[in-house]
């Protein structure tokens, strides 16, 4: 897969965090509430900490930033 299309429920999911099931509990409820964020409801849900959220948006942003 290409890493600059890389989603964090796919990043939280590879770096052990949490499961496919808690992504899909997150979806169903982002669903509804399209201007939720996914890792907010995972942290919101007690699914994932803070922390891990943080490290997984880290990751996103260096797997898109450009490279030289």
């Not at 490290?55 to 942003?61: G, H, I, K, N, V």
């Amino acid at each position: 897969m290409n890493d600059q299309r890389r989603l964090i429920g796919e990043i939280l999911v590879e770096m052990g965090f949490t499961d496919i099931r808690s992504i899909n509990e997150a979806r169903r409820v982002q669903m509804i509430n399209p201007k939720r964020r996914l890792g907010e409801l995972l942290v919101e849900m007690g699914c994932i900490r803070p922390e891990q959220l943080s490290t997984a948006l880290a990751r996103q942003f260096q797997n898109q930033a450009p490279h030289p």
